[in-house]
């Protein structure tokens, strides 16, 4: 079979299942993130690999913007810095490289997002942990369910495919949906605010 039929073929198989999956998560998200970061608040995203492209893309999304003006948000990727990924990883190990971060930035009640194909990436998993003894809520993008990472999170939007490229191209439409749902919201949030200040 062509390739592009074969691929083709796998990601419109995907859609469906995705589809109800996303329409029950994605809005519920990006209200969320939008009360969270609207009153000042953080988000920190990880991966590897393409994960860790996605998450940069998701949080240069929130800090820029995704179509419209409006307020920066604070997402901070925690893959892009190497000189702080290189020597997490040359003193405590590679495993620890995205938990030392998230001790380091996250404050109770941030958003720790993480990406992962798999679901089976032991340096997310340990982010995630390190993020529940924080207080961070943790939020996972994954492949199939159950895997450890969606385990280890408070929820996780699973993509139902075992083909990670597939899975790494719902993540990404997962991303601009997120950020649009986000922008849906913080007008709601940003009014409130405004009008509790003027009281």
Excluded at 103 to 108: D, Q, S, V
Excluded at 110 to 125: Q, W
Excluded at 149 to 155: G, P, Q, R, Y
């Amino acid at each position: 079979m062509d390739p592009l039929d074969n691929h083709l073929r796998g990601l419109q198989a995907a859609l469906p299942e995705f589809r109800a999956l996303a329409s029950t998560i994605l809005p519920r998200w990006g209200e969320r993130l939008a009360r969270h970061l609207g009153t000042g608040g953080r988000l920190l995203v990880a991966g590897n690999g393409g994960s860790a492209a996605e998450a940069q893309h998701l949080a240069a999304e929130l800090v820029g913007r995704l179509r419209d003006e409006r307020q920066p948000l604070s997402a901070i990727a925690l893959t892009p810095d190497s000189s702080a990924v290189t020597a997490i990883s040359n003193d405590y190990g590679y495993e620890e490289v995205f938990a030392r971060q998230v001790r380091a930035h996250g404050r109770p009640g941030d958003v720790l997002i993480l990406m992962s194909t798999s679901g089976r990436s032991p340096n997310l998993v340990k982010a995630a942990h390190a993020a529940r003894e924080a207080g961070v809520r943790t939020w996972a993008m994954t492949g199939r369910e159950p895997n450890p990472l969606s385990m280890a999170c408070d929820e996780t939007l699973g993509c139902p495919s075992g083909d990670s490229q597939v899975v790494q191209e719902l993540h990404l439409v997962s991303v601009h949906l997120l950020c649009e749902y986000v922008d849906l919201a913080l007008p709601t949030v940003v009014d409130a605010l405004e009008e509790a200040l003027a009281r």
